[in-house]
């Protein structure tokens, strides 16, 4: 009789005393036409399957936060934001297939002050980029018309709000850029206006960074501030580096804004030391670029549009004080690669190329008007001699540095200029 294993098995509970034997059999089985290797490819395909399907790679460092119990995300810096968030959320897919209709979630991004100029021209970026994002704007300076196109899309929302109120969101970044930064209004209407306005400055720098860097920690949301070169007011230093700690004047005119900035910088980097808030610091640079408002104060936006409508370029003191000028578009990829990065900062964003008054005035008789004239008027109180930001600190930690040079970046703005001007000469008044 030929003995199979299910016969053997069988004889075995008809006759134990035949249970030795069966066993040789079994072996001797085992070890005819190459079973014993089907019994270890056998054996090797069953540790694979359980390896990726039923228990797939958990990486010791996520299993030994399992372990722990609680997932902070402040203990996951290394792992990618978007995946941090994930985890954090209970969202996390510890391998394998993604179930069906689960895919990745996209980033949901805060910008405050989203419908003003930079905020607007971010919005864009994390938009393409397919975050989804919500703007959060009193439209003190902003304009509706700068977000326009976004207002069909699902993945836009837009919340009228004063930051410094608090407000309560669900959202995985803050880019934070809420504050009057236009010197305008510090010049506009004496006393009255400017004490006003500057109060709000303080409140808006002070109170409403409070605000938002409370709802970054309640949500473990990353906060990035939009901070300024004004912090290092008239600087004995040239060019700026981020070390330097700057020669701002506390009771001058501008003090509300250079000393405001001072303040969130420093609310910011207590939220991080404190109580572990992701934060992130930017200190911008003079910024121009299409949406920017007309007639803000800033030298730009004033050169062009005073170009554009045949009116004389003011040049405040004798035109030979210096500043950089950075295209937005090189700012809005600063602001993004800081927050994706993992330095806190503060970085310096801005173009290092570095004009004086009366040469970027020529550069914008070059581009709109060769007859366009200059006139001159007495300095305005604690104006900066010099500004030109060193940004080696950004081009090694963050690989970035500004790539649009102002006569590149100029003709752009000019074209957005030359058009609202056109189609609404009242737009921001006359100069
Ligand atoms: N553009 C530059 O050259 C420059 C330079 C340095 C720093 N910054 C900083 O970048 C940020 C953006 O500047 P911008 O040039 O786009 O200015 P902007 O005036 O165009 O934008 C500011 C936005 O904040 C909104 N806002 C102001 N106060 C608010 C409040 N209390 N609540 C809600 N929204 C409020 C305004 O309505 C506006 O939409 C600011 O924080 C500014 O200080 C800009």
Redesign the pocket.
Known sequence: MNMTPETIQHEEHINPKRFSFSIKVSIRYMFQKQRLLFVFVGIAIAALVSNVVVFPSTSSSQQSKHVSGSFRIAELTSVPRRIAYEVHSGHVNVGGRIPVGLKPKSLRVLV?????????HLVDRLIARGDSVIV????????KE?ILHHLKNPRFELIR????EPIMLEVDQIY???????PVHYKYNPVKTIISFLN?DH???VV?TMNMLGLAKRINARFL??????VYGDPLQHPQVETYWGNVNPIGVRSC?DEG?RVAETLTMDYHRGLNVEVRI???????GP???LD?G?VVSNFVAQALRKEPMTVYGDGKQTRSF?Y?SD?VEGLMRLMEGEHVGPFNLGNPGEFTMLELAKVVQDTIDSNAKIEFRPNTEDDPHMRKPDISRAKELLGWQPVVPLQEGLPMMVSDFRQRIISNPKEGGSS
């Open positions: 405050t002050g989203g419908s003003g100029f930079v905020g607007s959060v704007d009193n439209f003190f300076t902003g304009r700068n709000h004063d930051v410094v934070h850029l809420a504050c009057p930064a236009s709000r409140k808006t720098n409403g501030l939009t901070s300024t070169s004004e804004y900035k930017a200190r911008i640079f003079n910024t121009y949406r920017m408002c803000d800033r950075q937005v700012l």
